[in-house]
Nanobody, 115 residues
Framework: QVQLVESGGGLVQPGGSLRLSCVAS?????MGWYREAPGKQRELVAT???????NYVDSVKGRFTISRDNAKNTVFLQMNSLKPEDTAVYYC????????????WGQGTQVTVSS
């Protein structure tokens, strides 16, 4: 049974960087990252297929980069120029499309951007 394990969250100052990692216990075609801020709907942040097709929410374009290592069944989210509005719990997702999530979720990792 495939599971997702996330790591890399933490506290960072505005303008700083973090890199999130998500390891799947099996091979999955599409993986991605979603986030949920207090009082807000969970939203797509970035997704990637096995051949490298990507989708980003407009608010992170130019700042975040999603990548993956297919051999290791791992997806990464490099987050640069972080803003306070990026503060949220970030969830790894697998099994969907680049536009919609699948049913497999990671445990969530907190990202806090604050001075």
């Amino acid at each position: 049974q495939v599971q997702l394990v996330e790591s890399g969250g933490g506290l960072v100052q505005p303008g700083g960087s973090l890199r999130l990692s998500c390891v799947a216990s099996g091979r999955i075609l599409t993986m991605g990252w979603y986030r949920e801020a207090p009082g807000k709907q969970r939203e797509l942040v970035a997704t990637i297929t096995n051949i490298g097709t990507r989708n980003y929410v407009d608010s992170v374009k130019g700042r975040f980069t999603i990548s993956r290592d297919n051999a290791k069944n791992t997806v990464f989210l490099q987050m640069n120029s972080l803003k306070p509005e990026d503060t949220a719990v970030y969830y790894c997702n697998a099994g969907g499309t680049i536009y919609h999530p699948g049913g497999l979720w990671g445990q969530g990792t907190q990202v806090t951007v604050s001075s």
